[in-house]
Nanobody, 121 residues
Framework: QVQLVESGGGLVQPGGSLRLSCAASGSILSIYVMGWYRQAPGNQRELVATITTSGSTAYADSGKGRFTISRDNAKNTVYLQMNSLNAEDTAVYYC???????????????WGQGTQVTVSS
């Protein structure tokens, strides 16, 4: 069973930066697409960014130009660098691992427990 553990959340002032980390308990980055999602109070969970097994990245419009997703395969860790944060970025941020291959025995999704990001002065 794979576990995803997020860290790096906290309170930051508008315009500030945070780097979130997601450490996987197993070597899954080679077969899972890794992503960051967020959920603000009263809102649905939304996609923030993804990185494929080949390193291709994609971002929601809300984070383009401000957020950068990256990974370190040797450390089984995915990162989300967030710059120029504003109040609308306040949410619980979740790490996700998604498998879209053909082996049915491999679990499709893993989720972390979430880390709170609060942007406030």
């Amino acid at each position: 069973q794979v576990q995803l553990v997020e860290s790096g959340g906290g309170l930051v002032q508008p315009g500030g930066s945070l780097r979130l980390s997601c450490a996987a308990s197993g070597s899954i980055l080679s077969i899972y697409v890794m992503g960051w999602y967020r959920q603000a109070p009263g809102n649905q969970r939304e996609l923030v960014a993804t990185i494929t097994t080949s390193g291709s990245t994609a971002y929601a419009d809300s984070g383009k130009g401000r957020f950068t997703i990256s990974r370190d395969n040797a450390k089984n860790t995915v990162y989300l660098q967030m710059n120029s944060l504003n109040a609308e970025d306040t949410a619980v941020y979740y790490c996700n691992a998604h498998y879209s291959g053909r082996i049915s025995a491999i679990p499709k999704d893993y989720w972390g427990q979430g880390t709170q990001v609060t942007v406030s002065s």
